[in-house]
């Protein structure tokens, strides 16, 4: 498949997707591994192929504040543009292997299984989707008519060029801000922290997409109280103070072998968010239902239940406000919310 967002400088292919800016000879391929020159252009190697499909609850993207309840069919190819040496989906990132790519799908194909499957949402996810955007467009606008929303999950680690058109056919995302220090992003992602906050403030500011945050605190690494302090007052000064922000629990995987995340370094955090103002701050990866749940800013009642990714008492009104004091929460809810509870069911063609 013929890809975009690159030029040609000389004898080499620059692509133009994310800040790596690889230079190319033919034949050559980025630093993602699955966009690689030619002589007159740039090949997307996955295009139209998977490393699996599954319908997944929207909660475990996460997203809390869209759709709530509601089934997605998620999907990802592989490789990634980043190197993070604590990544927790290694064995389909780091892949260089093509037989890791078993499913085969055009985007039309995609759209209607998740018609077919009552999916309300595709999820572009277990890998970076920035890195086949192509794919990822062509099936949001497949899509689109087919009245299926489209979630992006990514590092947010793309170009100003490319950040428009790779975003235009979304509705959600959920960006993973692994830390707030550039020391961090130089040395355990092999990338730079100042392209994802530029990728935040764009999709806040100058798109429609629901956006919430994630990020994955570390023992040692960025569980700090002052990078969480400094964190959530640039979200509250950037973004707004209705960002949803997830701390999740990390485990020794990859190249790092940092102990796993005790529950209390994320209250901790979640403590750090709420005190800066953040309005909705949750934990990810451990069993703590209070901070999995949604509650009104205005009066502190429980308005969404969560246990895991299953949905319990649920006191909003038609139009997304407390039932008890009538104050708006923010994010993109339905008149009710759905019941696909925590069930995760993988597909194939033949059975969607």
């Not at 990634?80 to 078993?102: E, P, V, Y």
Request: glycine share 6%; with cysteine; charged share 25%.
């Amino acid at each position: 498949m013929n890809a975009r967002f690159w030029r040609k400088e000389d004898d080499r292919i620059v692509c133009e997707l994310c800040p790596r800016h690889c230079r190319l000879k033919a034949g050559q391929r980025a630093f993602c591994y699955v966009r690689q020159a030619t002589e007159d252009g740039m090949n997307l190697t996955t295009y139209g192929r998977s490393s699996g499909f599954c319908i997944d609850p929207i909660e475990k993207k996460p997203l809390n504040h869209f759709l709530p309840g509601t089934p997605v069919l998620s999907f990802g190819t592989a490789g990634c543009n980043l190197g993070c040496k604590f990544c927790q989906n290694h064995d389909i990132s780091k892949a260089r292997d093509t037989d890791k790519l078993m499913e085969k799908a055009t985007p039309e194909m995609i759209a209607a299984a998740a018609k077919h499957t009552g999916c309300r949402s595709v999820a572009y996810t277990y890998n970076d989707p920035v890195i086949f955007a192509e794919y990822a467009i062509d099936t949001a606008l497949a899509c689109r008519e087919q009245e299926i929303k489209n979630v992006v999950v990514s590092a947010g680690y793309i170009t100003d060029r490319a950040r428009e058109e790779f975003f235009a056919p979304m509705n959600a995302a959920n960006i993973d801000l692994k830390a707030f220090s550039e020391t961090f992003y130089h040395k355990l992602t092999a990338s730079h922290l100042q392209p994802v906050l530029d990728t935040l403030v764009y999709l806040v500011h100058e798109t429609n997409v629901w956006v919430e945050i994630t990020t994955l605190i570390i023992p040692g690494k960025n569980d700090s109280e002052e990078e969480t302090t400094a964190m959530c007052e640039w979200i509250g000064d950037n973004l707004g103070l209705n960002i949803p922000l997830h701390f999740t629990a990390y485990h020794p995987d990859y190249k790092m072998t940092a102990p796993r995340t005790p529950e209390r370094s994320l209250l901790n955090a979640v403590k750090i968010a709420r005190k800066t103002g953040i309005e909705h701050v949750y934990t990810g990866n451990i069993h703590h239902p209070e901070t999995a749940s949604t509650w009104c800013k205005g009066c502190g009642k429980i308005l969404i239940e969560r246990d895991w990714h299953a949905l319990g008492r649920w006191n909003l009104t038609a139009n997304g406000k407390c039932n008890n004091c009538h104050e708006p929460l923010a994010g993109i809810f339905e008149e009710r919310p759905g019941t696909w509870g925590r069930k995760r069911r993988r597909i194939s063609w033949n059975t969607a």
